[in-house]
């Protein structure tokens, strides 16, 4: 079975300055994918950032970006020149590419943006 | 693409009534998942369907709970009859096989008084 652990359940950081989300996860598969998804008040889940595990590069979209570590099974997501829009509840997921197509959340981290 | 359509998107009944929630996944997705989020124990998967078909329904809390695929642009969870603790917001998602990025829709709160 699949499991994803945050540990940082709250996390604040002041507008224009950078943070990073600490996310660890742990399966047995070898083929599988890893997401960032993020969920503001209005609760709309929307999917931030993904990462392939066979892929050695890591993944990057505008201000997001990630730091994959394959081998100690880690995956934070940095979030660059944070912008009070970035206000969210960020969840970190993960799936396998196998007969397992479930996928598994993270608690999540609330993350305030701060004027 | 409109996305994955939920209706409705708030709901308040009363303990005892049928409730039913719908979901329209994207066109040309081949799976689709119903999730429930609480406070107490955030995200939880209930059911997915592949191509229609029931595969995991392990994480459907009682039998007062069921859900349905009758066709690839349609699914309902129901909840027969329905109790106070069963409040939370229900999300459906979709999926393509390939690719391995899931689309949620906005949800619906429900509200069992």
């Known amino acids: 079975a699949q499991t994803v652990t945050q540990s940082q359940p709250e996390m604040s950081v002041q507008e224009a300055e950078t943070v990073t989300l600490s996310c660890t996860y742990d399966?047995?598969?070898?083929?599988?994918?890893l997401f960032w998804y993020k969920q503001p008040p209005s609760r709309q889940m929307i999917l931030v950032i993904r990462?392939?595990?066979?892929?050695?590069q890591n993944a990057t979209e505008n201000r997001f970006s990630v730091n994959f570590q394959k081998a100690a099974k880690s995956f934070s997501l940095k979030i660059s020149d944070s912008q009070l829009g970035d206000t969210a509840m960020y969840f970190c997921a993960s799936y396998s590419g196998g007969s397992n197509y479930k996928l598994t959340f993270g608690k999540g981290t609330l993350l305030t943006v701060n004027p | 693409d409109a996305g994955v359509i939920q209706s409705p998107r708030h709901e308040v009944t009363e303990m005892g009534q049928e409730v039913t929630l719908r979901c329209k996944p994207i066109s040309g997705h081949d799976y689709l998942f119903w999730y429930r989020q609480t406070m107490m124990r955030g995200l939880e998967l209930l059911i997915y369907f592949n191509n229609n078909v029931p595969i995991d329904d392990s994480g459907m809390p009682e039998d007062r709970f069921s859900a349905k695929m009758p066709n690839a642009s349609f699914s309902t969870l129901k909840i027969q009859p329905s109790e106070p603790r069963d409040s939370a917001v229900y999300f459906c998602?979709?999926?393509?096989?390939?690719?391995?990025?899931?689309?949620f829709g906005p949800g619906t709160r429900l509200t069992v008084l």
């Open positions: 990462q392939e595990a066979y892929k050695q």
């Open positions: 998602a979709s999926r393509m096989t390939s690719g391995g990025r899931e689309f």
């Open positions: 399966t047995s598969e070898s083929n599988y994918y």
